[in-house]
């Protein structure tokens, strides 16, 4: 739900008849999470919500239709974020201040592809931490390209493409921490792999958020990350797969299977999966498991990773076999999977029982 001109994704949703809409507000009804983050939402780059996710919440989760209950949300977190914004400086060195090349994270205006979390629990809002500031070259161990940026693009480039948050949910009376983030794709390179190196670092954030790593600083000055007793759920769409693409993969690798995350989940028995992805062909051969894919490119990119010390009683993809009537939900009118059609990403859903 992005779009290159700010304000579009708001008009689009102030009426309940967008097909493409339609079509993602019965996956999720369909579906039914209890939480839920969507990737790629516009709306301010400075956070909040511009009246474009209560009109999606409005107009179409609250609609019913096919047969589908109403869906509601009451609490919602539109974060702040680095797409779109202007550097001070030139960061790809063409001379110019211009977005997207220019952006402290990819984006034509400031929100563009950002991302929202819906819930049906509390969040805590006074208790969310965020390291949208954190510097790049600040980050221990960083691989920032060391001939690509200038000195003073150095200085001013983030580590975070969009945010990395972390946000208090309250389920009956336990607290579960979201930490949610989306990483920059690793591609667009050049040989200096920029993109690649910065989604490597994105995630080895995520491990020392979880990790409660002493030397982290949140956009408030409070040290370090979660609390070593935390429950918690990394959610997101990580541009990262541990079998194939084109990003280093030992970040990803360690994320799944660090102590702290539920192996079962993560890179066990209990992975997410569909029935439809297997018969997907995409356009390149892979190795990974068709049936774990969450992308139509063939990529397991998007998670849901539990900490370990959570209960999961299933998982999956919302990825519909072929004889499914709920597989016109992800394909055009020719009944090609398309990302027109709805997106190119897939839903992944965890239940925990508490």
Not at 176 to 192: K, S
Not at 318 to 329: E, G, H, M
Not at 340 to 349: E, F, K, N, P, T
Request: hydrophobic share 35%.
């Amino acid at each position: 739900m992005s779009a290159p001109e700010a304000g579009k994704i708001l008009k689009q949703t102030v009426s309940s008849d967008d097909a493409r809409l339609t079509r993602l507000a019965a996956i999720i009804r369909h579906v039914r999470p209890d939480v839920l983050m969507l990737c790629e939402f516009d709306h301010p780059g400075d956070g909040g919500d511009d009246g474009a996710l209560e009109n999606f919440c409005r107009n179409y989760l609250e609609n019913p239709e096919q047969k589908q209950d109403a869906i509601f949300y009451p609490y919602r977190y539109c974060p702040p974020t680095n797409t779109g914004l202007l550097s001070p400086c030139d960061l790809d060195g063409d001379g110019e201040l211009t977005l997207p090349g220019d952006g402290l994270g990819f984006g034509e205006h400031h929100g563009h592809f950002g991302f929202v979390i819906l819930s049906c629990y509390p969040i805590a809002e006074s208790q969310i931490r965020s390291w949208q500031h954190l510097l790049w070259k600040d980050f221990p161990n960083n691989l920032i390209p060391e001939d690509y940026y200038s000195e003073q693009a150095r200085t001013v480039l983030r580590l975070s493409s969009k945010n990395h948050v972390v946000v208090p949910v309250e389920v009956d009376q336990q607290t579960v921490h979201l930490v949610c983030c989306h990483p920059t794709p690793p591609v667009f390179d050049g040989d200096e792999k920029r993109n690649a190196r910065r989604n490597h670092d994105e995630l080895k954030l995520i491990a020392e958020i979880i990790d409660g790593a002493p030397h982290l600083v949140d956009d408030k000055g409070q040290p370090g990350g979660l609390d070593s007793q935390a429950k918690f759920v990394v959610m997101g769409d990580l541009n990262a797969d541990m079998q194939d693409g084109d990003g280093m993969k030992s970040a990803i690798r360690e994320l799944l299977l660090h102590r702290k995350i539920n192996r079962l989940v993560s890179a066990g028995p209990q992975t997410p999966k569909s029935l439809g992805g297997r018969f997907h062909i995409p356009w390149q051969q892979r190795r990974g498991r068709a049936t774990e894919w969450t992308h139509i490119s063939g990529l397991r990119l998007d998670y849901v990773l539990p900490s370990a010390d959570l209960q999961v009683e299933n998982a999956g993809v919302f990825w519909p076999d072929k004889k499914d009537p709920l597989r016109s939900l992800i394909t055009d009118e020719k009944g090609r999977c398309r990302p027109q059609a709805g997106s190119d990403h897939r839903l992944v859903w965890v239940d925990i029982k508490f």
